[in-house]
């Protein structure tokens, strides 16, 4: 069973420990400062490293990060030259424009341990673009981080031509779309405008792949944000696993709360389960304020939005025999930095104690929603399924 710890005010984490392989470890850390940025940073890299000495294990057991800023443009630089952002060199490093409600940035960190059971192998590109490949004993991670293709032109090009790249980047360890692809975060610059024209790019392409309500779809968030290039539009960060039967992934429903994506044209899933021998790992996509017809609730409503996004998780959750206490983390994208007092109530009212939480300001694909929530969880599963180490 997963544990939520509160290690001090700045830092939440998320245990599930593995019975006979992995122990995965998930990191919030906040810096609610308003210093110089170069400051804060290193505030957070010696709450990094008090986090994970608390734990015994070490920095370079993370595979996967995400630094939020504020203020991309100008800190982007300053991060890159800094100490925690080197000391996590050993990870997949996604940065993205979302500004954090309390604060210049937040940071989230996934790590696995021990480190002795994978091998990786890390590959960075000149745009940013960072692959982390890790080779278990039964399986192969990819994370792929700050994908863009920042040509002039729409972004309707600019995601065709992203999926490509990715498209080439899985079919050269042997993966496709289809059969290994589990989750992904699109996040769209000015998306009131440019939502549609990613939605139908992607729609086109998953079709040519095989990818459709009658086989699957793959989890994803699709959420305003800025990249780190200004012609970029868009931008993907990706998780595909090798090994996997076709039976080891679950699309995710919510009977009576949510219709299918599909009903009213876009091409994701609810959520996504990868069931593995000894545990299972359930992708949950931005989910927001909406019935089985695909209406946008409470309307206006930031409260109502999110007790009804909160239902609409746990029945996603309870469908698949899981709840709230498996949840490894969440994050909380507000379109309103000035409706976070009281959707953070409905959060915290709504979840166990100390589940590592991200609030940021980031608008969802339709100006109606106030609120989209996202989560990760982890519960214990027993098949004939080789186990996730």
């Keep these: 069973m997963i544990s939520h710890n509160k290690v001090n005010s700045n830092v939440r984490c998320s ?33 990094l490293r008090h986090a994970v000495s608390e734990f015994d294990i070490p920095v370079e057991s993370c595979v996967f990060s995400r630094f939020y800023l504020s203020d991309i443009a100008n800190q982007e630089n300053i991060l890159r030259n800094s100490t925690v952002y080197n000391s ?47 080779k278990t004993q039964n399986y192969s991670l990819l994370y792929t981080v700050n994908s863009t293709a920042p040509a002039p032109g729409k972004p309707s090009v600019q995601t065709e031509k992203i999926f490509r790249k990715y498209k080439k980047n899985i079919s050269l360890r042997k993966m496709t779309l289809l059969r290994n692809t589990i989750r992904t975060w699109i996040y769209v610059r000015d998306i009131d405008n440019n939502y549609m024209k990613m939605s139908d790019s992607r729609k086109r392409l998953f079709r040519q792949e095989g990818l459709n309500f009658r086989t699957r779809y793959i989890a994803s968030t699709g959420i305003e944000a800025r990249m780190n290039n200004h012609s970029s539009l868009v931008s993907m960060d990706a998780i595909s696993l090798s090994g996997i039967d076709r039976e080891q992934i679950v699309s995710m429903h919510a009977p009576g709360k949510m219709g299918s994506t599909h009903d009213y044209g876009v091409t994701f899933e609810r959520g996504t389960r990868v069931r593995f021998g000894d545990r299972s790992h359930l992708y949950i996509s931005g989910t927001a304020s909406i019935n089985t017809a695909g209406n946008i609730l409470h309307l206006y409503d930031p409260e109502g939005q999110a007790r009804r996004t909160i ?32 959707v953070s109530k409905v959060v915290t009212e709504s979840v166990p104690g100390n589940i590592p939480l991200v609030f940021v300001q980031a608008a969802v694909c339709r100006p109606g929603w106030l609120v989209e929530i996202e989560c990760v969880a982890v519960k214990p599963d027993k098949n004939g399924f080789k186990p996730f180490a």
Excluded: W
């Excluded at 006979?20 to 906040?30: N, P, R």
């Design 311 to 342: 239902k609409n998780i746990r029945a996603l959750l309870s469908a698949q025999g899981a709840g709230f206490m498996d949840v490894a983390y969440m994050i909380v994208y507000l379109r309103n930095t000035g409706d976070a007092s009281v």
């Design 15 to 47: 245990v599930y420990p593995g019975r006979d392989g992995f122990t995965e470890y998930f990191f919030v850390i906040t810096c609610r400062d308003k210093k110089d940025f170069s400051y804060i940073l290193n505030d957070l890299e010696k709450s």
């Design 88 to 134: 996590l060199s050993c990870s997949s490093r996604s940065l993205i424009e979302q500004p954090p409600v309390d604060g210049k940035v937040t940071l989230l960190t996934y790590h696995l341990s021990p480190v002795s059971l994978y091998r990786p192998l890390k590959k960075i590109r000149g745009s940013g673009e960072e692959n982390l490949f890790l």
